[in-house]
């Protein structure tokens, strides 16, 4: 399948530092792709060359196979991390402006506007002035001007900040929404446990490079430290004789009735291997291998890169 | 393009609604109403009669204070210490006391008065006491006041500018002075009060985070053009709504007022139907001025001439003119002011770009009563061309009659001036409006022209 955007060979320096360092990945359509990196890395950067806020020194973005044109704006939709309104103008009035400059006519983007605003209940604050909300509640119609234009792409810059948990659920469901609906989602996060619950790849920037891409799943299988979790109980003999070199214990704890244990396999062992040496002497209650958080990844590699920069 | 034309309604409609817009539209004209009408009702109020005692101990001076409609004097030879403590008691509104002095001729005198005395009182004594002091001296020094008086003499010069092709033209140096001053100033205030509007619009955006959802539907030129242009029209908004206004205050005023102002009023009317009035008395001589104009013949004429000055002037070059140095100085300032606003976070931390932009406007008001002075001299030509002094500067000269040669360069670099400008501002801005934090230097600026947009 064509990849909805595609980023190619992408450099941009500033005065001091290079922001983008040949940085190339490719977003599959109709996906969330996680967009991760410290801070500083260049994802901003690369977001506004995607945006055509800047333009990149060398390198190409391909929007739906071809390059990226300038009436393309109508098709993006961009809710940046620095975000504000117009305090003194009134919400209504300022979400018609925003919509307009997408693209909509006035009555297509009073139609839509409306249905949103009952959508998030939030009718009732047309007519008011944008600093009579409150932080979250700004958040909220600054999220629907980023999607009223019914964007093919859309790109969200730490959307969850200023939310609390309850409508960062609602909002969650709102961009799962808009996915099934058949939008491409750049998301762009610190935010670890998100990035789990709902991208399907990711991208990690390091020192203005992409250090690591890949579907979350694939990487977690490909970066798992095989290490198991094993419950039991009745266990007589110490575990670290019983298992001898193959398998190492890394850590095991007693509870009342039973007893949990982290173990790691050493290269050329198995699973099975463990369980068929357990089996005689332990009744196992449970058993799962542990797959690294996107956040272990994260950290992980973004410690190896540092390091082999030095 | 449709996207500019929404962001210039944003921008006139927001500002427009604005209370502050709405009280400065009607407190302007209020106040300039005032300045013409407050005199006229002042001239109108029926003032009580002043009564000053007088006592002069020299005798030489009480006799030349003449009783007026508004000042009378009581000539009395007390003790000033006793009067000076009853003034209210006896009526008096103020004590004059000149002592004698040691010097022949006496020019210290005190005026006694509970408060601080009326100016017209203050002045009259003043200039009474002076003129006497003067012609003591003069006799004195032994000269008749009567030759000094044929010596005295008043010079009404009627300059007569001759163009080209030897036509002759009554000119006024002093309207012309007035007008192109008047003129100026106007372009002045306008570039100071709207550009400073951009800049404070630029920054709000940058400080409420908006400028970055915008710059993802527009592309940040447009969003500065659409600023500058917007603002623009509330200016001339304000501008066209001050004018008529005053307008309707001071003859709806005055015609309340006065019928004796209505009455030259109508006059003036009459004459603006009948130019053929004008030219035919075009030709004379202007009366001195300080003649009295008793006859409504005289006054008549006065102001026939007056309208002969006015259309001395070439106001079919100089209002078009006048239009375009109001829009390309603003057009080229308004640009640098959006560059400003676009680099900083605050508008504290403005002053260090201001200077270079703020000089050379003040510099142009600065210089305008030397251009006024010798408006065909080299000072006057090189202002008169350069697009940051020019729409001050030129507008000081045009009265005077430019040549068209010299228009012709001053227009052409005020465009190119304004398409510089615009396009270096846009070029700060779109790097500026992102970013965040540090105060930028000058260096940084120049790297940021660099950049690829």
């Known amino acids: 399948m064509q990849p909805a955007i595609e980023a190619q060979h992408i450099i941009k320096d500033f005065a001091n530092h290079r922001a983008l360092d040949d940085v190339s990945l490719s977003v599959p359509e109709q996906q969330i792709f996680g967009l991760l990196g410290p801070n500083g890395a260049g994802k901003t950067t690369l977001i506004r060359i995607i945006n055509q806020i800047t333009a990149p020194d060398s390198g190409e973005i391909l929007f739906n196979g071809r390059a990226l044109r300038s009436d393309d704006v109508s098709q993006i939709g961009y809710l940046p991390e620095e975000r504000g309104l117009y305090k003194k103008m009134k919400v209504g009035e300022q979400a018609m402006y925003l919509a307009q400059l997408k693209g909509l006519s006035a009555n297509e983007a009073k139609q839509r506007l409306k249905s949103w605003f009952e959508k998030f209940d939030i009718m009732n604050w047309w007519n008011r002035k944008v600093e009579e909300l409150s932080k979250g509640m700004q958040q909220k119609v600054q999220f629907i001007v980023t999607v009223v234009h019914e964007p093919k792409l859309m790109i969200f810059d730490e959307p969850f900040s200023g939310f609390d948990p309850i409508n960062v659920n609602l909002l969650k469901d709102h961009i799962l929404d808009l996915k099934n609906n058949g939008a491409t989602i750049i998301f762009s996060t610190h935010n670890m446990a998100s990035v789990e619950e709902l991208c399907d790849n990711i991208a990690l920037i390091h020192r203005s490079k992409t250090i690591l891409q890949g579907s979350v799943d694939g990487l977690k299988k490909q970066f798992k430290p095989d290490n198991f979790e094993i419950v039991y109980s009745n266990g007589k003999s110490d575990l670290r004789q019983l298992l001898g070199e193959q398998f190492m214990v890394l850590e095991e704890s007693k509870k009342e009735h039973e007893t949990i244990a982290r173990i790691h396999l050493e290269p050329g062992s198995d699973a099975n291997q463990l369980i068929a040496k357990l089996l005689p002497h332990v009744n196992i209650h449970a058993f799962r291998e542990i797959l690294p958080s996107m956040n272990d990844i994260f950290i992980s590699q973004v410690n190896k890169n540092e390091r082999s920069n030095g | ?453």
């Open chain 2, 1 to 453: 393009m449709g996207k500019i034309k929404l962001i210039i309604l944003r921008e006139y409609l927001t500002r427009v609604r604005k209370k502050s817009f709405i009280i400065m539209t009607i407190l302007g004209p209020l106040l300039m109403a005032a300045l013409f009408v407050v005199p006229v009702f002042l001239a109108q109020l029926e003032g009580d009669t002043k009564t000053i005692a007088i006592v002069d101990e020299t005798g030489l001076f009480a006799p030349k204070f003449k009783d007026s409609e508004k000042l009378h004097f009581e000539i009395l030879n007390e003790d000033p210490e006793s009067i000076k403590l009853h003034l209210t008691d006896r009526g008096f509104y103020a004590l004059l006391h000149i002592p004698i002095t040691e010097l022949s001729v006496p020019n210290t005198a005190k005026l006694y008065a509970n408060g601080q005395p009326n100016i017209i009182v203050t002045g009259y004594v003043r200039e009474t006491m002076r003129k006497e002091i003067e012609s003591l001296k003069l006799s004195a020094s032994g000269i008749d006041p009567e030759i000094l008086r044929s010596i005295k003499s008043t010079v009404n010069l009627l300059t007569i500018r001759v163009d080209e092709g030897g036509n002759e033209q009554n000119s006024s140096t002093e309207l012309s002075m007035v007008v192109g001053y008047i003129g100026g100033i106007l372009i002045y205030f306008f570039i100071f009060m709207y550009g400073a509007q951009v800049m404070r619009g630029v920054i709000e955006e940058k400080t409420n985070r908006i400028v970055e959802v915008i710059v993802s539907s527009v592309k940040p030129f447009q969003l500065m053009m659409g600023k500058i242009i917007g603002v623009a029209m509330v200016g001339l908004t304000q501008f066209v709504l001050w004018v008529v206004f005053t307008i309707i205050i001071v003859t709806s005023v005055l015609s309340v007022f006065s019928a004796d102002i209505n009455a030259f009023r109508s006059s003036q009317l009459q004459l603006e139907k009948d130019p053929i009035i004008m030219y035919d008395s075009g030709g004379e001589t202007i009366q001195p001025q300080n003649q009295n104009m008793e006859n409504p013949e005289q006054i008549n004429e006065a102001v026939v001439a007056i309208f002969d000055q006015i259309n001395s002037i070439a106001f079919q070059l100089i209002l078009p003119m006048f239009l375009f140095y109001f829009i390309g100085g603003y057009l080229l300032y308004g640009a640098l002011f959006a560059a400003i606003g676009s680099a900083v976070d605050n508008e504290t931390d403005t002053q260090q770009f201001m200077l270079p932009i703020t000089v050379p406007l003040i510099l142009s008001i600065m210089v305008a009563q030397f251009i006024i002075i010798n408006p065909e001299g080299p000072l006057a030509f090189w202002l008169s061309i350069i697009p940051l002094t020019s729409p001050v500067v030129m507008m000081v000269r045009l009265p005077f009659g430019v040549h068209w040669v010299d228009i012709t360069l001053s227009i052409t670099l005020m465009i190119a001036g304004f398409l510089f400008a615009t396009w270096l501002a846009g070029r700060i801005y779109r790097t500026g409006i992102l970013m965040y934090g540090k105060k930028p230097s000058y260096k940084e600026l120049w790297k940021w022209l660099r950049y690829r947009s």
